[in-house]
């Protein structure tokens, strides 16, 4: 069965750290862009971050640049995102996305996503 699985989401104080993972399986995430995404209450899912399937390339919506760090372990089949500095405008459900070729194509699975949620 093939599915992507997202983990690490959980409850942090501001300036607080998470490290999400988004886990591969039934198929190979090294021939894939993978991009993290977050919908938060009454708002519409956004891009947060993105890495080439080599690796080679990231990329990072304004709102999360120098705090969120994206990376790739294609031997474990599974991305990560680094979350530093989280403040509550961060709080969402996090979702992970194998993209058809580079981060700019249509997506081809979907994770079901994890919640974060930053709070004191």
């Known amino acids: 069965q093939v599915q992507l699985v997202e983990s690490g989401g959980g409850l942090v104080q501001p300036g607080g750290s998470l490290r999400l993972s988004c886990a591969a399986s039934?198929?190979?995430?090294?021939?894939?862009?993978i991009g993290w995404f977050r919908q938060a209450p009454g708002k519409e899912r956004e891009g947060v971050s993105c890495i080439s399937s080599s690796g080679g390339s990231t990329d990072y919506a304004d709102s999360v640049k120098g705090r969120f760090a994206i990376s790739r372990d294609n031997a474990k089949n599974t991305v990560y995102l680094q979350m530093n500095s989280l403040s509550p405008e961060d709080t969402a459900i996090y979702y992970c996305?194998?993209?058809?070729?580079?981060?700019?194509?249509?997506?081809?699975?979907w994770g079901q996503g994890t919640q974060v949620t930053v709070s004191s």
């Open positions: 039934g198929f190979t995430l090294d021939h894939y862009s």
């Open positions: 996305a194998a993209h058809s070729g580079s981060c700019l194509d249509g997506i081809h699975y």
